[in-house]
């Protein structure tokens, strides 16, 4: 009696289906594998948790390895998937009975048959119910892969994969060389910053793809983040970065990469009121778009006078893991996975929101900084596809005919990033 795999499906934009288990209900994220046990349970089939899609945040998850009762309509087959590692695989996995031929160049162990960012292909065998590994062909992993490494797998649509591989590459083309310009701290400033993974670009089984941001801040960093912005209330916490993209390096920072005193970083994120995740998502021609705007501005920007961490293009939301509407993050126009929205240009180099028309609410003094705002939406005008912006700076608009006040638009620029002849869809 075979025990295939599955992946988990749901009904148009739903982002899980509930899993009925003896410690109570739970949530499995849509993109999430499973093993269909035999016979039926009430309401469905009773299936163990291979992997979680941990990039959709869901409420009471199920992890990986959990047991429980599931619909049938949200098993979809995996056939035509491609298996990926997000992560290495785990030390305590037994070890496989042939090496691996990953040519990743992370450290890989004896016991490890894959590395983050691998892909190990298209699921070779249907599976058995007593069967402890896996085996997967078209990819780099050729050994058995332990069920229990699978938790650090997710299965993906060739579509999709394609979108996210396309926004990897953007990413080391944009990034991935040497970066130089500007002047730090009487020291020139320049980083390294190196191409990222397949598991450091996040996708939704919709199609969406996640802002890379490998820089995400643990506990520790987010505090010395409060304590560097006087950060000290809940609503003022809210507004902090939770994740650079690209740093820069200088004089202050230790080595490519890495976060000093005198490392800004060439974009980030800011999560606002929305839950953790839940904003950076777009379609994948969107992100590249959005990329090259980052590294163009950036460029651009460290050759004007003055500090080049206030050269930090400090994103906001993008859209919801999919195109549901209304949109649950509150906009109107964001679904569509095309726009995105940008800080304020400060005349000093913190990171915090700025308002064209009101002070600083830590300081009460004006930290607005016009002129590097207009030469922001100047530059992207002339250089990115923006199909549509809202600003209500009467300068800003005074200056740029296309631009549009909206209500609303105060503390932040939206940018719509749409097609032009060439651009890919
Ligand atoms: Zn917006």
């Given at each position: 009696?075979?025990?295939?795999v599955?992946?988990?499906?749901?009904?148009?934009?739903?982002?899980?289906?509930?899993?009925?288990?003896?410690?109570?209900a739970?949530?499995?994220?849509?993109?999430?594998?499973?093993?269909?046990?035999?016979?039926?349970?009430?309401?469905g089939?009773?299936?163990?948790v291979?992997?979680?899609?941990?990039?959709?945040?869901?409420?009471?998850?199920?992890?990986?390895?959990?047991?429980?009762?599931?619909?049938t309509?949200?098993?979809?087959?995996?056939?035509?998937?491609?298996?990926?590692?997000?992560?290495?695989?785990?030390?305590?996995?037994?070890?496989?009975?042939?090496?691996?031929?990953?040519?990743?160049?992370?450290?890989?162990?004896?016991?490890?048959?894959?590395?983050?960012?691998?892909?190990?292909?298209?699921?070779r065998?249907?599976?058995?119910?007593?069967a402890?590994?896996?085996?997967?062909?078209?990819?780099?992993?050729?050994?058995?892969?332990?069920?229990?490494?699978?938790?650090?797998?997710?299965?993906?649509?060739?579509?999709?994969?394609?979108?996210?591989?396309?926004?990897?590459?953007?990413?080391?083309?944009?990034?991935?060389?040497?970066?130089?310009?500007?002047?730090?701290?009487?020291?020139?400033?320049?980083?390294?910053?190196?191409?990222?993974?397949?598991?450091?670009?996040?996708?939704?089984?919709?199609?969406?793809?996640?802002?890379?941001?490998?820089?995400?801040?643990?506990?520790?960093?987010?505090?010395?983040?409060?304590?560097?912005?006087?950060?000290?209330?809940?609503?003022?916490?809210?507004?902090?970065?939770?994740?650079?993209?690209?740093?820069?390096?200088?004089?202050?920072?230790?080595?490519?990469?890495?976060?000093?005193?005198?490392?800004?970083?060439?974009?980030?994120?800011?999560?606002?009121?929305?839950?953790?995740?839940?904003?950076?998502?777009?379609?994948?021609?969107?992100?590249?778009?959005?990329?090259?705007?980052?590294?163009?501005?950036?460029?651009?920007?460290?050759?004007?006078?003055?500090?080049?961490?206030?050269?930090t293009?400090?994103?906001?939301?993008?859209?919801?893991?999919?195109?549901?509407?209304?949109?649950?993050?509150?906009?109107?126009?964001?679904?569509?996975?095309?726009?995105?929205?940008?800080?304020?240009?400060?005349?000093?180099?913190?990171?915090?929101?700025?308002?064209?028309?009101?002070?600083?609410?830590?300081?009460?003094?004006?930290?607005?900084?016009?002129?590097?705002?207009?030469?922001?939406?100047?530059?992207?005008?002339?250089?990115?596809?923006?199909?549509?912006?809202?600003?209500?700076?009467?300068?800003?608009?005074?200056?740029?005919?296309?631009?549009?006040?909206?209500?609303?638009?105060?503390?932040?620029?939206?940018?719509?990033?749409?097609?032009?002849?060439?651009d890919?869809?």
């Amino acid at each position: 009696m075979p025990c295939p795999v599955h992946v988990v499906t749901t009904e148009e934009f739903t982002l899980s289906a509930p899993l009925a288990t003896q410690a109570g209900a739970r949530e499995l994220a849509r993109g999430s594998l499973v093993r269909r046990g035999e016979g039926t349970c009430e309401g469905g089939v009773p299936v163990e948790v291979l992997s979680v899609a941990g990039w959709v945040a869901v409420p009471t998850p199920a992890a990986p390895g959990a047991r429980g009762c599931l619909a049938t309509e949200a098993l979809a087959p995996v056939d035509t998937l491609v298996f990926v590692a997000l992560a290495n695989a785990p030390a305590t996995a037994p070890a496989s009975t042939s090496t691996s031929t990953s040519t990743s160049t992370s450290t890989s162990t004896s016991t490890a048959t894959f590395t983050a960012g691998d892909i190990l292909g298209v699921l070779r065998d249907e599976g058995r119910c007593d069967a402890d590994r896996y085996t997967f062909s078209g990819g780099s992993v050729s050994a058995g892969v332990p069920v229990a490494a699978l938790s650090a797998v997710r299965a993906v649509s060739p579509d999709v994969l394609a979108g996210v591989e396309r926004v990897r590459a953007a990413y080391g083309d944009l990034f991935g060389g040497d970066l130089f310009g500007g002047d730090l701290s009487g020291g020139e400033l320049f980083g390294n910053l190196g191409p990222i993974g397949l598991h450091e670009v996040p996708w939704t089984d919709w199609g969406y793809v996640g802002l890379p941001l490998p820089h995400p801040l643990d506990a520790a960093a987010l505090a010395a983040e409060w304590a560097r912005e006087g950060l000290d209330t809940p609503a003022r916490r809210e507004k902090a970065t939770v994740a650079f993209g690209p740093v820069a390096f200088g004089p202050g920072a230790s080595g490519p990469g890495t976060l000093g005193p005198a490392s800004p970083p060439i974009y980030q994120h800011f999560l606002g009121a929305d839950a953790p995740g839940s904003d950076t998502w777009g379609r994948p021609a969107t992100i590249v778009r959005l990329l090259k705007l980052a590294r163009g501005w950036w460029d651009h920007c460290v050759t004007l006078p003055g500090d080049p961490a206030r050269c930090t293009l400090q994103i906001g939301d993008l859209a919801w893991y999919n195109a549901v509407r209304p949109d649950p993050l509150g906009h109107k126009d964001h679904a569509d996975g095309a726009c995105v929205d940008v800080r304020l240009f400060r005349t000093d180099p913190s990171r915090y929101e700025a308002w064209w028309n009101r002070p600083d609410d830590r300081t009460g003094a004006i930290a607005y900084d016009g002129a590097r705002t207009l030469a922001f939406l100047a530059w992207a005008y002339a250089n990115a596809p923006v199909t549509e912006a809202f600003f209500n700076d009467p300068d800003a608009l005074a200056a740029l005919p296309n631009l549009r006040p909206l209500r609303g638009h105060d503390d932040h620029v939206h940018l719509c990033l749409g097609d032009r002849p060439g651009d890919q869809p």
